[in-house]
């Protein structure tokens, strides 16, 4: 689907959340040392979830209050990335985090609420609308960090991917 102007639309995502609490720094998302290894997503959330990557699913969503702090390279996304997690909701992301997410078209979105979201509730993520919804409780959140420059390199991501390839 395509705006206006031409370009590819954002589709909206939706995915169970998976609630991590106050702060989920990079080794957390993989473990120190593992972020180079062959398959990270089968890492993913192991330091503090040891049997997190048989449960989560495709298209599920991380919350936190705050992620991604002491990220150094693209590991951490990568392992994100392999597990097929759509999107990363925090009330504060980790700005080489968010740098490495925002190349690899990883939607990571800052919203004042994140802490009242649980694991198991269904989000809808509307990245056009800059909003994330929580379908469980109907609890509405404006997305605080998605500006024009982000939303367009989102909307490159998905030019960029091949069909049927997940962005």
């Avoid at 919350?63 to 994100?80: C, H, I």
């Avoid at 409780?137 to 909307?155: F, H, K, T, V």
Wanted: aromatic share 4%; glycine share 10%; net charge negative.
């Amino acid at each position: 689907m395509s705006d206006d102007a031409g370009h590819e639309r954002c589709p909206i995502l939706t995915g169970r959340a998976w609630a991590f609490g106050l702060d989920v720094p990079a080794e957390c998302i993989v473990p120190p040392g593992a972020a180079r290894a062959k398959a990270p997503g089968e890492l993913l959330m192991t330091p503090v979830d040891p049997g997190f990557p048989t449960r989560v699913k495709r298209g599920d969503i991380l919350v936190a209050a705050a992620f991604g702090a002491d990220t150094t390279d693209e590991g951490p996304v990568r392992a994100v990335l392999e597990a097929g997690i759509a999107a990363v909701v925090a009330s504060t992301i980790d700005p080489a985090f968010a740098r490495h997410a925002l190349a690899a078209g990883l939607p990571v979105l800052e919203i004042y609420e994140a802490l009242g979201i649980h694991t198991g509730e269904v989000l809808r993520v509307d990245l056009e609308g800059a909003r994330v919804v929580n379908l469980s409780s109907g609890n509405r959140y404006p997305i605080r960090n998605l500006d024009d420059a982000m939303l367009e390199a989102y909307r490159r991501n998905l030019e960029e991917s091949e069909p049927g390839e997940p962005s």
